[in-house]
């Protein structure tokens, strides 16, 4: 089996770092990023200032104003982080096309024989991937190199607090992680790192040291798989296709508490447009749809109807979705957020003709304003469903 060379490229605290390219004010200083808006807020990205003074992942707004009123608290805009995540990615498809996209801010990337096109060593190219990223996006990205995606997530943690670029070599992975603790491993997750370290296993040398008849009758195949990773041999290579979804969710946490049934709708609408919109990008239906309402007390209600036939037409999609929302609502409860679910997916292989009569739900409506947003920007144009 031929010796994969694989990246992981993971943009330094994402969404802080895309609201210091639109105000380079907020540099130097301890940034959040949170949901929603003030005191309802929960802190989703922080800057390294911010973690140095102690602001952690998932604090409330008013516990940071009150802990840390240093600190620069931003409402999250989503939309502008993915314009800056695509921008990042073609950048990354200037090098190679082989990238997988795993998240809004992560990819993973096949190097393998790169190196001689760009006549230089892969920790070399990995460097100008880094620079070109940064001088192109003014996004800090730290990359971790060796031979699986396993050891490629290893390699980008210790990235991050080593100047940004980690290199795990073949010949030298033991060495170089097998005193790293097993909770570590991307993968191996709370609860079989207990029954790890229940079965004496500590380390990633613990691991590494059991036999594989032992580890697979444990954790399976995957954690078979695990091991074959961590020894450089990639069970998982980079797939540049992107994967389709199995669900689509679309929520936001309100700036205020409410139970203004209207303004409920409202926004379960703007939910409805962006999950099915989502969902067409995909040439997708769903015959499954959910209204997700959480109280401010954090206990969410969620109510499912199927249509008739498959669908991605928001119109379809709104009807069903306002009489679940009728359903779940209770005037007494106060509520910090609205969402929508749309779930049981399927996907057309090719795209229908806009005049072909379909027997799915196909909403030709919908597509033409998809165009127009995506050409002129979203919200283009509105109308009354």
Partial sequence: MKQRIIALIDCDSFFVSCERVDNPELRNLPVCVMTGNESKGIIISRSKEAKAIGIKMGMPYFQVHKLYPQAICIPARHHRYAEISHQVINIIKTFTP?????SIDEAYVDLTDINRLYNTSYTE????IRQAI???????????????????KLASDTAKNCGGIYVIRPNKILQTIGNNNIEDICGIGKQNAKILKFNGIFTINDFMEKDNTWIKKVLGISGLNLKFELSGIATSVVNSAPKAPQSIQDTKSFEDFTNNLQFLHSQLNNHIHNAAQKLRQWN???EEIGV????????TF????????????????KRIA??????????KNQYRSIGIELKKLSFNQEQNSLFENLKKD???????IDDLEYKFGPNIVKIGI
């Fill in 98 to 102: 082989d990238v997988e996209e795993v």
């Fill in 125 to 128: 190219l990995i460097t100008k």
């Fill in 134 to 152: 940064l001088d192109k996006t003014q996004i800090p990205v730290s990359i971790g190199l060796s031979c699986s995606k396993t050891l490629a």
């Fill in 284 to 286: 997708g239906f769903c």
């Fill in 292 to 299: 997700l309402l959480k109280t401010k007390d954090f206990i």
């Fill in 302 to 317: 969620a109510r499912y109807n199927k249509p008739l036939s498959p669908t991605n037409s928001d119109r379809t999609i």
């Fill in 322 to 331: 306002t009489n679940l929302l009728n359903e779940i609502y209770n005037p």
């Fill in 362 to 368: 196909d909403d030709k409506l919908s597509r033409i």
